[in-house]
């Protein structure tokens, strides 16, 4: 069992950064790659990013790539998602989420997820 728990989510105008943080507990993060997916209103959720149980390779939505970045530090049990140059279109809950087996992006593929964090993104 893992428990993942999201923060730094918040309202920004367009142009403007925010990280997301998601600390998990439980079973050994080394364990996971680690995702992160979001849902607009009305929307179907979204593949994001992904990162590997190394942190040595990276995934991301062809929408998210050049402006956002994942990363994760195994010594604190947390990844991370910086994203710049934010778009209003990226007004989402964002969610992270664990994958035992495989890197990917299909959300049938993590196993474990957190409540999300909402982000805002004003034009």
């Known amino acids: 069992q893992v428990q993942l728990v999201e923060s730094g989510g918040g309202l920004v105008q367009a142009g403007g950064s925010l990280r997301l943080s998601c600390a998990a507990s439980?079973?050994?993060?080394?364990?996971?790659?680690m995702g992160w997916f979001r849902q607009a209103p009305g929307k179907d959720r979204e593949f994001v990013s992904a990162?590997?149980?190394?942190?040595?390779?990276?995934l991301y939505a062809d929408s998210v790539k050049g402006r956002f970045t994942i990363s994760r530090d195994n010594a604190k049990n947390t990844v991370y998602l910086q994203m710049n140059s934010l778009k209003p279109e990226d007004t989402a809950v964002y969610s992270c989420?664990?994958?035992?087996?495989?890197?990917?992006?299909?959300?049938?593929?993590?196993?474990?997820w957190g409540q999300g964090t909402q982000v805002t993104v004003s034009s």
């Open positions: 439980g079973r050994t993060f080394t364990s996971y790659h």
């Open positions: 989420a664990a994958a035992p087996l495989q890197l990917g992006r299909r959300p049938s593929q993590y196993d474990y």
């Open positions: 990162i590997s149980q190394s942190g040595l390779t990276a």
